[in-house]
Every structure is written in C-alpha cells, then in structure tokens.
C-alpha cells in the first residue's frame, strides 16, 4: 500500500481530534486541508462533547461524532462500544490527530482500511499510513506540526490560518449580550487555565487590571472560565463594581467563542480560550509563563505575548518546582494594563 493517501478518493472520512480546546483550535487548518483535497468526502470528526462546538458550524466538516469518555465509552467496554458505532459507520480512511495509542487502537477495532498519522505512543503497527515526526518540524508551532502531518501523508496544504465559525443563532445570541451589558470597549478577562496553577497569572492582579481598565477606559469586563474559577471572578468584580459581567461556568463553549470574538480584547493566560481569541482575530494579550509559546503561543498577528525569561521557564510543570512563582509575579498590573491599551488603541484606528 502507498505511503500517501493523496491518490485515494475516499467517500467517507474519519478525523480524530484532540482532546482539548486549544489543541483543537490549532487543528482547524489541518481539517480545512483534509476538506480541500477530498472536496466530495462525508467528514466526520470524533471528539470529547467539550471541544465538539469548535466544528459543529465549520463548513469543513459534515459530521460530529462524541466520545463519551467518562460515561457510555468509559473503560475497554466503553472503548469497544465505541468502535461497533464507527464500524457501523464504514469509514474508508481515518486521520488521527490525536497522538495516543488509544486513537489507532479504536480505528483499529473499527475496521477502517486505511489508519494515518504520525508513529508515536508505541501505535505504529496500528497505521496503515504512519508518519515519522520529522526533526525540522520539533520546536515550531503546533499548527505547523499538524500541517506537517498532512503533507507527508501527501496533501496539498493551503493557509494555514486558524478557523473558527459559529451558528448564526450563536452569534445572535452573543450580539444581543453584548448590546445590554456593554459601556464603552468590551475586554475580555481568562484568569483560569487547565494546566495547573503555574499558568495562571494571580487572580488579584486581574482584579487590578479590572479596576484600572474600568476607570480609565470605561471599559465593560467580561469574565471567561468554568466554575472553578468562580472565585477569581468575584475578586474581578468586587474590584471594578458594575463593569463586571461574569461568565464563569454560565456558556456554552460556542457561546464563550462566540463572546470573545466580539470583544474589543482579550486579555488571558496560556489556555484554550486564548486559541479561540487568536483564531478570530481577537486582539489578545497572552500571559505565559511555565509553558512555551514558541510551541502554544497565540497563531495570530493581532497579539502579545508577555512573559520573563528566567533560568527556569518554560519549565512546562504544573505547579512551580522554585516555589516563589516568579514567572507570572514578575509581571505586573501596568505592563499587561498598556499592552492592552495599545491593542484598543491599535483596534480604534483600523
């Protein structure tokens, strides 16, 4: 069998996505070059309920098959349930860009005849079609990583642009928030992140940053998170009274994107919502400090980057090994306060 898969014409697709928001996102131009080169294939794509709103409305994709991984495809019952559904199905080719093991098992046990992706996680005699990671391609941006995948596997690759499109009803609804709660510049606020508390820029100096965003640029604050953050943003809000909407555990995921693509910026850690405001063009300042943003920085011309360089960073640990968390104490109130002003500034002349 070819090692390539530009000379198949499959009728039907699976792609497998990855498990997270912002590993999603940056995903979206490798989907949009699987669309661009079997324009006449069904694509499906199999993914976590949490990250299926990211190509719900692509026009990229026909399909959007959930993985209920905590609950109806839990365990190796759960997983075998879950290939019977795809076999069902009867894909021609799955591209999976997930790297796990269990991602070539599954489509293994599915039956799919051709299985691409890169040999990573011990999967290489699960692929059909396995791609060795090249050298040139380590250290550069996740959406080149993914981009690369496709063209060994023989692809013709476009833009590689990010690509996020919501439901017109989304985006009503969005409009309409906005509309009631706003006064003055919309900037949205993300004091979580997934990935341990080493990529999360105190809680008090958001608030401070509110509080100076409310009074000298009459800005409306929009508070973006889970639950778990509810309590980062009643510190927001007690600091910047009635210009704080909280958000936190109160949207949809397409809801939240399609929020932050209104706002005027977006202020926020290394996370997966500073993915989704990079892929609409969101200006963003992006606070990073034990993670690579070489790696996982935004993908757009329309931000910042803030961050120290210390002997330590990017450490790429959960919790801070130094115990004194100087990578994020390092930067204050006033350098992320002007760099979000000189984006508001740079939005208001365009």
């Not at 990529?199 to 639950?227: C, I, S």
Request: glycine share 8%; hydrophobic share 45%; with cysteine.
């Amino acid at each position: 069998m070819p090692r390539t898969i530009n000379q198949l014409a499959p009728e039907k697709i699976l792609i497998r996505s990855t498990n997270w928001i912002g590993d999603a996102v940056m995903t979206t131009p490798a989907v949009r070059t699987i669309r661009q080169n079997f324009p006449d294939a069904e694509i499906t794509v199999l993914a976590y309920p949490w990250v299926a709103d990211i190509f719900l409305a692509s026009p990229h994709v026909d399909k959007v098959m959930l993985y209920h991984k905590n609950t109806l495809h839990h365990g190796l019952g759960g997983l075998w349930r879950l290939s019977r559904e795809i076999a069902a199905k009867h894909f021609d080719l799955a591209i999976l860009l997930q790297n796990a093991f269990e991602a070539a098992l599954l489509v293994k046990l599915a039956g799919i005849p051709v299985r691409a992706g890169y040999k990573r996680d011990g999967r290489s005699l699960l692929l059909s079609h396995g791609v060795k990671i090249k050298k040139s391609i380590r250290g550069k941006h996740h959406v080149y990583y993914y981009q690369g995948l496709m063209r060994d596997l023989g692809l013709s690759c476009g833009a590689d642009k990010l690509f996020l499109r919501l439901s017109d009803d989304t985006m009503t609804w969005a409009r309409q928030l906005i509309a009631e709660q706003s006064k003055g510049v919309v900037v949205g606020l993300n004091p979580g992140a997934a990935y341990g508390p080493a990529k999360r820029w105190p809680a008090e100096r958001y608030a401070g940053l509110a509080a100076r965003l409310a009074e000298e640029r009459q800005a409306t604050l929009l508070v973006f998170g889970t639950k778990s953050d509810n309590a980062a943003a009643a510190e927001i809000k007690e600091a910047a009274p009635g210009r704080v909407v909280d958000l936190t555990g109160n949207t949809t995921l397409a809801q939240a994107m399609a929020l932050i693509g209104l706002c005027d910026a977006f202020v926020t850690n290394d996370s997966g919502l500073m993915h989704v405001a990079a892929a609409q063009d969101t200006p963003l300042v992006a606070i990073f400090g034990s993670t690579n943003d070489v790696a996982t920085g935004p993908f757009s011309e329309r931000s910042v980057v803030v961050r120290k360089e210390l002997a330590c960073s990017p450490c790429m640990k959960t919790h801070c090994k130094q115990n004194d968390f100087a990578c994020m104490l390092q930067i204050g109130v006033d350098e992320i306060f002007e760099q979000t002003c000189r984006l508001l500034q740079a939005n208001e002349e365009l």
